[in-house]
């Protein structure tokens, strides 16, 4: 394999709706950015079904095809769309170094940083068999499907409360999965979740495992871990709300990052703490996680970025 450098002016690392969002910027500004879209091409969404808030789809639409409807557009305006990854980066000078797939040097005016974030999983395999038909790790993106319906959500976390909140207004009930015999979440979630008739939090609960028909999820078995009486509680869907992991890995030792790994941007900005090094979509968002805040924070990356090479320009010439 080729073994030379390259040079660009705009890298952009990822390939979710804030990468692509970011490409089709750049490839309009003139920036002629290639992009590595990461072993899953088309990020998270590639594993939704259907998506029915992003604005511009009345219908609404499949989560793959709308991310080939993102690649399309960015391809349109000229960005070089590369299947692969990056595996390290060196961000200690000008112009700044990415390696991909382990060999391949880039070296890049800026990078705009779009790996995003994955969501934990329990790891149960029928938890995967229902990905989709039944089984969501988002709330926001798929309660609306369950509306009148009875549903579980596992997690203590202020995400798990805030998702059951947000679950209970759509939903008959929202059975909480807690592990524990207390909650991990703030006092003020914890109180909210608590008031809310509809719904019943099991503690010291763990689930066994999500049981369908083949079709749809119909139940889920769980455990009491003082106790260990089993009990199958009837739900529609099943939601899992115990985390997500920012893929940061790379970026650790030179990016500003929170205790959690997210990338830290200068507010209302996508600067981090290097010049040049941008973060745009879930990679330094915790807390909105939307396909359509992230394409907006993609698009805030490449005017970030071609405002940086402008101004880079025009110091120049001065
Ligand atoms: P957290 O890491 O805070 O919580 C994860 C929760 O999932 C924990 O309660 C943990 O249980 C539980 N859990 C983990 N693994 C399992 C498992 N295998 N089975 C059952 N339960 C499991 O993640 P969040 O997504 O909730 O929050 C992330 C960050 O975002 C936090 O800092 C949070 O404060 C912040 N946030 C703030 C919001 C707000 O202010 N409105 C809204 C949402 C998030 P255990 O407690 O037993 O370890």
Redesign the pocket.
């Given at each position: 394999m080729s073994q030379e450098n390259e040079h660009v002016q705009c890298l952009i690392i990822g390939s979710g709706p804030a990468g692509y969002t970011a490409a089709i910027y750049a490839a309009r500004a003139d920036l002629k950015p290639i992009m590595y879209t990461g072993m899953q091409a088309g990020g998270q969404l590639t594993q939704t079904t259907d998506v029915e808030n992003f604005p511009g789809y009345p219908q609404g639409i499949m989560g793959p095809e709308m991310m080939e409807d993102f690649r399309k557009q960015a391809e349109r305006f000229g960005t070089d769309i590369r299947f692969g990854y990056v595996s390290s980066v060196d961000f200690s000078s000008a112009p700044h170094k990415v390696v991909v797939d382990e060999i391949k040097t880039i070296t890049a005016d800026t990078v705009i940083i779009a790996t995003g974030a994955t969501a934990?999983w329990?790891g149960l395999p029928s938890e995967q068999q229902y990905n989709g038909f039944g089984v969501s790790a988002c709330a926001v993106c798929d309660g609306f499907f369950f509306k009148g319906q009875d549903v579980a959500i596992?997690?203590?976390?202020?995400?798990?409360a805030?998702e059951a909140t947000y679950l209970a207004k759509l939903c008959k009930t929202v059975h909480l999965?807690v592990?524990?015999d207390e909650?991990?979440?703030?006092k003020a979630?914890v109180s909210r979740v608590l008031a809310t008739p509809n719904i019943v939090v099991h503690y010291n609960t763990?689930?066994r495992e999500i049981l369908g028909n083949g079709k749809n999820v119909t139940a889920v078995k769980v455990i009491n871990n003082k106790t260990s009486e089993e009990i199958d509680i009837a739900v529609e869907g099943f939601f899992v709300?115990?985390?997500?992991k920012p893929n940061t890995d790379i970026f650790k030792g030179q990016l500003d990052m929170d205790e959690?790994g997210y990338l830290l941007t200068k507010p209302g900005s996508t600067l981090t703490n290097i010049e040049g090094v941008f973060a745009c979509g879930d990679v330094q968002d915790?807390?909105y996680r939307q396909a359509v805040t992230a394409a907006g924070s993609g698009c805030m990356a490449a005017l970030d970025a071609e405002r940086y090479l402008a101004a880079k320009e025009h110091a120049v010439e001065a």
């Open positions: 934990k329990l596992v997690g203590a976390g202020d995400t798990a805030e999965l592990r524990r909650f991990r979440a703030s979630m763990e689930t709300a115990i985390g997500h959690t915790m807390y």
